[in-house]
């Protein structure tokens, strides 16, 4: 016999998950962004950084997205015909003599949605395109506090490089 909380709540509960569970099951699609992605796509990164940057993610999806030039990349990831993640990069040629090679400067999954293989897909399906047009190395940079981050890029096989990241402010005009 189940146990009386067992008996209150299993229907409900059982409603309330099928859906999860069904989404769970239901295959991980990595595909180009779409401009209906978009909302999603500003939820996610606004639930990471605490700021929505619509206008910002418009200007990023006419560059990479809908009007892509070649070497240019938005992926998204989608599982039960939701966008749980996005990734986006260039090839980039010849910067301070540094051969092509591929540059991711997004990648995030919603923070539910982490643990489950989701960033490591959509940097092995950029890390693919990469590679089809003849790219060898693939580069990122990450805020030196970012651990989260680091840590997952780190589980990816990445490490330091051999270029070092130097800027200053600039004085007002």
């Known amino acids: 016999m189940a146990a009386p909380s067992e008996r209150r709540t299993a229907p409900a509960a059982r409603a309330r998950r099928a859906p ?7 295959p991980l699609v990595i595909r180009p962004v779409r401009r209906a992605d978009l909302a999603p796509v500003v939820a996610i990164d606004a639930t990471v950084t605490g700021i929505e940057k619509r206008a910002y993610w418009e200007s990023v ?8 030039q070649a070497g240019r990349t938005f992926l998204v990831a989608e599982q039960a015909r939701e966008v749980l993640g996005f990734v986006i990069g260039e090839v ?16 995030d999954v919603r923070p ?3 643990l489950g293989g989701i960033g490591s897909a959509l940097l092995q399906a950029i890390s693919a395109r990469f590679r089809a047009a003849g790219v060898t190395k693939l580069r990122t940079m990450l805020a030196r506090d970012n651990t989260l981050i680091l840590s997952f890029f780190r589980s990816q096989g990445m490490m330091a490089g051999p270029l070092i990241s130097l800027e200053m402010d600039l004085p007002p005009a």
């Not at 999806?61 to 892509?68: L, N, P, S």
């Open 92 to 107: 980039r040629d010849w910067e301070f003599g540094s051969p092509p090679c591929g540059w991711v400067f997004a990648i």
């Open 20 to 26: 999860r569970a069904a989404a769970a099951e239901a």
């Open 112 to 114: 539910g949605a982490r």
């Open 61 to 68: 999806y006419r560059r990479y997205g809908a009007a892509a």
